[in-house]
């Protein structure tokens, strides 16, 4: 893929995981899609961090970050292709589940596979 079209699979891709809507996600993401997140349920989650599989997976995360995550903010927002990855950063802010505040700095990896996203790797640091 061009650099161009890299970028307009990564704004795709935006617009469907705002929006939650599982069919832009099918769109954008691969059959076999997973997400390894910034963080681990327990054990069995290292090192790579709890995992969500397929669109449905996403979609079920983001409903949880809906009902749970108030006041979230993002903010500085960069993204550039590289090689066969779109590699994505930006803060984002906000009130967690027990309404304690966030402030993260994230690097998302998305790996690129026969025109679609196969993957996003999360990378979250503690700004604050």
């Not at 960069?78 to 967690?96: K, N, S, W």
């Not at 304690?100 to 596979?113: A, G, L, Q, T």
């Amino acid at each position: 893929m061009t650099d161009e079209e890299m970028m307009d699979l990564v704004a795709r891709f935006r617009d469907a995981f705002r929006s939650a809507d599982p069919a832009k996600l099918s769109q954008v993401l691969t059959d076999d899609f997973e997400w390894h997140q910034h963080f681990a349920d327990g054990p069995g989650d290292r090192p790579t961090g709890r995992i969500a599989y397929g669109v449905e997976g996403m979609v079920e995360v983001l409903e949880w970050r809906k009902k749970n995550w108030k006041k979230q903010r993002i903010a500085d927002l960069v993204e550039r292709p590289a090689g066969d990855v779109i590699l994505q950063m930006f803060t984002t802010q906000g009130l967690d589940e027990n309404d304690e505040p966030f402030h993260w700095n994230v690097v998302d990896v998305y790996p690129v596979r026969d025109g679609k996203i196969a993957k996003k790797d999360t990378y979250w640091k503690q700004a604050k």
